[in-house]
C-alpha cells in the first residue's frame, strides 16, 4: 500500500492479489510474506502453490510447518480476505488450530482452498468445528486430501450447522456418499 501525491490529488495504490501459484519458496520468504501480510488490510486474495510439475516435496521446496503457519496467523489478522488458497501447505496442528481461528473470527473470507495439504483427522475436526459458526464461506476445496472415514465424517459434520457453504470440494478424499449422507 502506498500513497502518492499527484500535484494537489491524492493518489492511492492498493495491492488486493498476491497470487504466488508456481513459484517456489524459502521459510525466509515464507516469513518476509507472513510480515507484508500483518500489515496489509487490503489483500483480498492470497494464492499460494508450487509448481504444478512437482510430483513430489523435493528439498527446494522449503515452506516448513512453521513457516506455513506464520503466513496462516498473518491470515488471522486480515479482516479484507475474500479467497484464500494454500495449496500444498504442510501447517499440521498447529496451522489448522490458527486457520479454524481464522474462520471462528472472520467475516469476509467467501473461498478456502486447502488442497493437497496432508490435512489429517485431528486437523479435520478442528475446522468443522470453525465452520460450524462460519456464517461467510460460500466455497470450501479439501481435495486430494487422504482422509479416512472418520476425518470425512468429522469434516462433513459441520454441513448439519453451516447453512451458507454452497460448494464442498471432496475430489480424491477418499470420503464417499456414505460419509456425506449421514
Given at each position: 500500500?502506498?500513497?502518492?501525491?499527484?500535484?494537489?490529488?491524492?493518489?492511492e495504490?492498493?495491492?488486493?492479489?498476491i497470487?504466488?501459484k508456481?513459484y517456489?519458496f524459502?521459510?525466509?520468504?515464507?516469513?518476509?510474506?507472513?510480515?507484508?501480510?500483518k500489515?496489509?488490510t487490503?489483500?483480498?486474495?492470497l494464492?499460494?502453490?508450487p509448481?504444478?510439475k512437482?510430483?513430489?516435496?523435493?528439498?527446494?521446496?522449503?515452506?516448513?510447518?512453521?513457516?506455513?503457519?506464520?503466513?496462516?496467523?498473518?491470515?488471522?489478522?486480515?479482516t479484507?480476505?475474500?479467497?484464500?488458497?494454500?495449496?500444498?501447505?504442510?501447517?499440521?496442528?498447529?496451522?489448522?488450530?490458527?486457520?479454524?481461528?481464522?474462520?471462528?473470527?472472520n467475516k469476509?473470507?467467501l473461498?478456502?482452498?486447502?488442497?493437497?495439504?496432508?490435512?489429517?483427522?485431528?486437523?479435520?475436526?478442528?475446522?468443522?468445528?470453525?465452520?460450524r459458526?462460519?456464517?461467510?464461506?460460500?466455497?470450501?476445496?479439501?481435495?486430494?486430501?487422504?482422509?479416512?472415514?472418520?476425518?470425512?465424517?468429522?469434516?462433513?459434520?459441520?454441513?448439519?450447522?453451516?447453512?451458507?457453504?454452497?460448494?464442498?470440494?471432496?475430489?480424491?478424499?477418499?470420503?464417499?456418499?456414505d460419509?456425506?449422507?449421514?
Open positions: 500500500e502506498s500513497n502518492k501525491h499527484v500535484g494537489e490529488q491524492k493518489v495504490r492498493k495491492v488486493v492479489a497470487n504466488l508456481g517456489i524459502s521459510s525466509e520468504q515464507c516469513y518476509a510474506l507472513a510480515e507484508v501480510l500489515v496489509s487490503t489483500i483480498e486474495t494464492k499460494i502453490a509448481p504444478k512437482m510430483s513430489s516435496y523435493p528439498a527446494w521446496w522449503e515452506m516448513t510447518e512453521d513457516s506455513a503457519c506464520s503466513i496462516i496467523q498473518a491470515m488471522g489478522k486480515n479484507s480476505i475474500l479467497n484464500l488458497e494454500l495449496e500444498k501447505m504442510r501447517f499440521g496442528e498447529g496451522g489448522a488450530d490458527l486457520l479454524a481461528a481464522m474462520l471462528r473470527t469476509s473470507c473461498e478456502l482452498g486447502l488442497n493437497d495439504c496432508s490435512l489429517k483427522r485431528r486437523e479435520a475436526e478442528e475446522l468443522s468445528l470453525a465452520l459458526c462460519n456464517t461467510t464461506l460460500k466455497r470450501l476445496s479439501v481435495a486430494r486430501n487422504d482422509l479416512e472415514s472418520q476425518a470425512g465424517e468429522a469434516l462433513v459434520s459441520f454441513l448439519e450447522e453451516n447453512y451458507t457453504l454452497e460448494s464442498l470440494n471432496l475430489f480424491k478424499t477418499g470420503i464417499t456418499t460419509v456425506v449422507g449421514k
